[in-house]
């Protein structure tokens, strides 16, 4: 069966995500990739990038990172959640590349936005779907 994404997989996903959009009220193109979670991230169900083709940054194209093995034994309920909270971080992303930029070589402050990040993500994400 290998490491991608089944169709099955596919199937899900977009599902799980087009519910986290309706939530949020985007409109995010989203392309589902499998990822190797080892060590810490092995908790990691999603990760989020931008989608830079041809070093374009797209605003509406995100790059969704899936841990497969993990996806089997989520319910569709905690999915949508993480979903949601990913869906946030995308919409966050202009605002959080702005400080970061501002932040330049100050490490410090860049671990202060990162942080701040999380914590705004955390409370749209509640604010949205409920306790996290």
């Given amino acids: 069966m290998g490491s991608g994404l089944t169709k099955a997989d596919r199937a899900k996903l977009t599902s799980v995500f087009a519910w986290a959009q309706k939530r949020c009220g985007t409109a995010f193109h989203l392309t589902f990739e499998p990822f190797a979670a080892t060590g810490e991230a092995a908790h990691t169900i999603f990760t ?3 989608h830079d083709a041809r070093q374009q940054e797209d ?3 995100f790059i969704v990172g899936v841990n497969r093995p993990a996806l089997r034994n989520m319910s569709s309920q905690k999915l949508r959640r993480m979903a949601v909270h990913e869906i946030v971080h995308a919409i966050l992303w ?3 590349d702005f400080a970061d930029q501002a932040a330049g070589d100050d490490g410090e402050l860049l671990e202060r936005i990162g942080a701040a990040n999380e914590t705004a993500t955390y409370v749209l994400q509640r604010a ?5």
Avoid at 128 to 132: A, P, S, T
């Fill in 94 to 96: 202009p605002l959080t």
């Fill in 128 to 132: 949205l779907v409920g306790d996290v």
């Fill in 48 to 50: 989020c990038r931008r």
């Fill in 59 to 61: 605003a509406l194209h």
